[in-house]
């Protein structure tokens, strides 16, 4: 309802869009919406938060084929206004600064969407990320690589290097919808919303930002 409301008051509103198992639900009960409700999407632009360094956007695993599966090919969104990371971009730096370009230019993000990592990431700022960082490229901890095999078949198939929005990035957008459900993820929310300030947990971060919602399960919110 948060994202469907932006749409219809702001029709060419800038979504930042997350992937993953998090925001699937959301992404469906969209398509939902634009086949039975008429939700329109044909002005609205959409910049990714991330992508694998080495995946090209036909590959299964990369970000870019994920958000065609699961929102881009089901809604009338007009395709070059849909950016997601090029993981095969030929030199990294300046396209780095050009993602970041291209969302100033559109007037910069409305609503993030955001999910969270076990080790408290947002996006791919994984430990340690600075908290003022821009989109550049990070390496994967052990633990990201662990939690993401199981979408590959096997660890040494996961990609070690993304590119991400930096901390800095996401805290600029107007307004950041954070999902989390499941058990495994109680331990970052916490720190997330009651723990210091510090980018070991950059989500943490997100209590610097004057406009978050948070929507968590039972099972994420308890402690
Ligand atoms: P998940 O990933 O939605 O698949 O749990 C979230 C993340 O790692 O940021």
Do not use: W
Not at 13 to 35: D, F, I, K, N, Q
């Amino acid at each position: 309802q948060f994202v469907a409301t932006l749409v219809r008051r702001k029709p060419r509103c800038v979504l930042g869009l997350a992937t993953g198992s998090t925001p699937l639900g959301l992404y469906a009960e969209l398509v939902r919406m634009h086949r039975e409700e008429g939700l329109d999407f044909s002005r609205v632009v959409t910049f990714n938060l991330d992508e694998y360094v080495g995946l090209s956007g036909s590959h299964p695993q990369s970000y870019r084929h994920f958000m065609q599966q699961n929102l881009f090919d089901h809604i009338n969104i007009d395709p070059r206004d849909t950016h997601v990371p090029d993981g095969r971009a030929l030199d990294f730096e300046s396209y780095c600064e050009q993602y970041e370009r291209m969302i100033a230019e559109e007037g910069g993000i409305d609503m993030q969407l955001l999910g969270i990592g076990g080790d408290g990431h947002i996006a791919f700022n994984e430990p340690g990320s600075s908290l003022g960082s821009r989109t550049r490229l990070k390496t994967l901890t052990e633990e990201t690589v662990r939690d993401n095999a199981r979408f590959f078949g096997s660890e040494k198939d996961v990609p070690r290097l993304a590119i991400t929005m930096g901390v800095g990035t996401i805290l600029e957008s107007r307004q950041c919808l954070l999902l989390a459900a499941g058990a495994s993820k109680a331990r970052a929310i916490r720190d997330t919303i009651e723990g210091p300030i510090t980018a070991q947990i950059t989500a943490s971060a997100l209590q610097l930002h004057r406009d978050v919602i948070a929507i968590l399960d039972q099972e994420a919110a308890r402690l």
